[in-house]
């Protein structure tokens, strides 16, 4: 009873935040999937790049004209302006894999496709182009982003490139320069509830730690700063048997949905203390295509009666005291793993930055919904964080401008980054920090 009355005492006094979701881009209505195809979000695509790149390219070689694929003349230098296409060796053909699973040989799948003898393309409305030349390498580009590149036509009909022009990191919102006072936000994902791999007293530790129930005043003191948790993803596990398409009997019902049950009596415990976010993953019950819709709140009868709970998209964008998050369950560079290469993991979220797209491999290896009129996926706007769920491991970068030629005190973040490092152990988030410099 004495220690219930401590804790009746000592009331967690949470810091507060102003939250903004910045979700309407990611959210689809009236899912349309008739007559749709897929070339339209490529041009949308293109055309929204290559206005980008047509101003940028001034700056960068003003001597040279602006000419179209068809346009191109034999040993005319000149720039070239559209989305590239990576021909591979190795990428896996819908009908092979049919023709392999009728057959008693086993279907393996490699980690990599890539293929020394890989080579690009590029092109625009009014043609396609093979590319030469050391500048390119087949082996940093994947199909679907749009680049501008400096270079002439070869006797042999090839296009030789000489340099090459990315769009960069984009334009970042002007931050008050106050001072701040500390506050955290945590990253997790992959918690895969009701796996093998899952322990439920690790989740619990979480739980109570963030919700202040663990430690010392010192310990309790840092978990009132945590303003915000953001879960990234692959939150549960399903068999994948159960979900056939067939009735289910009463006893595979309830292993259906027992880890969602679990699930939610977690986060009703979290939802109680701060506000959170849940993002759809792989492996959720939620649509497979990129962007995903927020997973549907009649799965969490508990957590969703408060209002701190939030069910969000995939991607997932939004802001905390004007400081902008923008984030995937890791979807799009587990596939750029597939079809580039890189030295760290890390370098992916690095080049989907520069070239202004969360996921230029979709539509053609990742899956996505057939957008007419827009591409969601590109990003308009840099943001201050930029995190990936679902990884390997640990790792964080901070990017820097070429132009910008100081840096704000940043101290504040490097504290959330660094709590992020500390449940990095128990669910790996890759994150890359992006800061404004004065």
């Given at each position: 009873m004495e220690a219930m009355e401590v804790d009746s005492q000592t009331q967690l006094q949470r810091k507060q935040s102003a939250y903004l979701s910045l979700d309407e881009n990611f959210e689809i209505q009236n899912e349309v999937y008739r007559g749709?195809?897929?070339?339209?979000?490529?041009?949308?695509?293109?055309?929204?790049?290559?206005t980008l790149l047509y101003s940028l390219a001034p700056n960068w070689k003003s001597h040279l004209p602006v000419c179209t694929v068809l346009g191109l003349e034999e040993g005319k230098e000149c720039i070239?302006?559209?989305?590239?296409?990576?021909?591979m060796k190795l990428k896996p053909c819908i009908l092979d894999e049919y023709s392999k699973e009728r057959s008693t040989a086993p279907l393996v799948k490699p980690h990599n496709f890539m293929h020394q003898d890989d080579y690009l393309f590029l092109e625009d409305e009014s043609g396609r182009v093979k590319l030469g030349g050391t500048m390119l390498s087949p082996s940093v580009y994947v199909t679907g982003v749009v680049i501008a590149l400096h270079g002439k036509e070869t006797t042999a009909g090839d296009f030789f490139v000489e340099d090459v022009l990315e769009a960069g990191l984009p334009p970042q919102i002007e931050r008050p320069l106050q001072s701040r006072e500390d506050k955290y936000v945590v990253f997790?994902?992959?918690?895969?509830?009701?796996?093998?791999?899952s322990n439920p007293l690790q989740f619990q530790l979480l739980v109570d730690h963030i919700t202040g129930?663990?430690?010392?005043?010192?310990?309790?003191?840092?978990?009132?700063?945590?303003?915000?948790?953001?879960?990234?993803?692959?939150?549960?596990?399903?068999?994948?048997?159960?979900?056939?398409?067939?009735?289910?009997?009463?006893?595979?019902q309830s292993r259906l949905s027992e880890p969602i049950k679990e699930l939610d009596i977690l986060l009703t415990q979290i939802a109680a203390s701060l506000p959170l976010d849940i993002m759809p993953g792989s492996n959720d019950p939620a649509n497979f295509s990129l962007p995903q819709q927020p997973l549907n709140r009649c799965l969490f009868p508990g957590s969703a009666t408060y209002n701190t709970f939030r069910s969000c998209t995939n991607p997932h964008c939004f802001e905390l005291d004007n400081i902008r998050f923008l984030g995937t369950s890791g979807q799009n560079i587990n596939d750029l793993t597939e079809y580039s290469e890189a030295k760290d993991k890390i370098d992916f979220l690095e080049r989907t930055l520069r070239w202004r797209h969360l996921a230029p491999t979709a539509p053609n290896t990742l899956g996505c919904y057939?957008?007419?009129?827009?591409?969601?996926?590109?990003?308009?706007?840099?943001?201050?964080?930029?995190?990936?769920?679902?990884?390997?491991?640990?790792?964080t970068r901070l990017l820097k401008a070429q132009h910008e030629k100081s840096r704000m005190p940043c101290s504040n973040f490097w504290d959330s980054i660094q709590l992020i490092k500390w449940y990095g152990v128990l669910i790996p988030v890759s994150v890359v920090e992006l800061l404004k410099v004065y």
């Open positions: 749709q195809q897929y070339s339209q979000i490529y041009f949308a695509r293109l055309h929204m790049m290559r070239i302006v559209g989305t590239l296409y990576k021909h997790v994902s992959g918690l895969t509830v009701g796996s093998g791999a129930h663990l430690g010392d005043e010192e310990e309790q003191g840092l978990a009132a700063d945590i303003v915000h948790l953001v879960i990234a993803g692959n939150s549960v596990e399903i068999s994948r048997g159960l979900l056939n398409g067939q009735n289910l009997a009463s006893k595979d057939p957008f007419t009129d827009r591409d969601p996926f590109l990003i308009g706007s840099c943001p201050h964080v930029y995190f990936v769920g679902n990884q390997e491991k640990y790792e």
